[in-house]
């Protein structure tokens, strides 16, 4: 297995535009997470799925956030409109029972 | 609220010598917990899984204790390398499916 995909791996926007990150589980995982980490704030867990089903939203920080899991095979984070706080390196991880496995994650900066 | 602690200060040790890393909570035991290695630029990678009426666990060089007295976890990395150098991040899910990270502790391996 390819393990988690994410992408993009790098992502430089301007103030106010839209971002969409892309996140592919694993293969048979019914779990899928997204973080953002942070130095100052360390590894935050924004919303998790169950079966595609958001579970916990309540680390989304405000409305600008917005996450879905269409299917089992993909998810997206969107952030709109963007601001230079939301820089970050975005996590995206998936889980069977217990362990969770993460992508190589999003690195995002906000001019 | 189920809090994590870790030290926040990194941690070093001399090539050969055993690490030893503490994971602290703060209210009722978790059933299980987890702990994960985060290199730089990279997402976290789990390590082992110890559950509550688990006293211990062992996979290699690396060992995990549970006491559930002192509401803390032990991570410990015998015969350490400078390979070993890392953020160590515990992680516990708790009764209310909260996820909860702690902020890490890092580690460097001096040769």
């Known amino acids: 297995d390819a393990g988690v995909i994410q992408s993009p791996r790098h992502e430089v926007t301007e103030m106010g535009q839209e971002v969409t990150l892309r996140c592919k589980p694993i293969?048979?995982?019914?779990?899928l997470f997204w973080y953002r980490q942070t130095m100052m704030r360390g590894l935050e867990l924004l919303i998790y799925?169950?079966?595609?089903?958001?579970?916990?939203d309540s680390g989304m920080p405000e409305d600008r956030f917005s996450a879905k899991m269409p299917n089992a095979s993909f998810s997206t984070l969107k952030i709109q409109p963007s601001e230079p706080r939301d820089s970050a390196v975005y996590f995206c991880a998936s889980g069977g029972e217990e362990t969770q496995y993460f992508g190589p994650g999003t690195r995002l900066l906000v001019l | 609220s189920q809090k994590i602690e870790q030290n926040s200060e990194a941690l070093n040790i001399q090539e050969g010598k055993t690490a030893t890393l503490t994971c602290n909570y703060t209210n009722y035991s978790p059933a299980y917990l987890q702990w994960y290695r985060q290199d730089p630029g990279r997402g976290p990678v789990f390590l082992l899984l110890?559950?509550?009426n688990e006293k211990e666990k062992r996979k290699e060089r690396l060992k995990v204790t549970f006491d559930t007295t002192l509401k803390q976890s032990l991570f410990h990395i015998t015969a350490s390398q400078p390979a070993d150098s890392a953020t160590y991040l515990c992680y516990v899910e708790d009764s209310n499916y909260q996820l909860i990270w702690g902020a890490g502790t890092k580690l460097i391996i001096k040769p």
């Open positions: 293969s048979g995982h019914n779990s």
């Open positions: 110890i559950r509550e």
């Open positions: 799925f169950n079966n595609n089903v958001p579970i916990d």
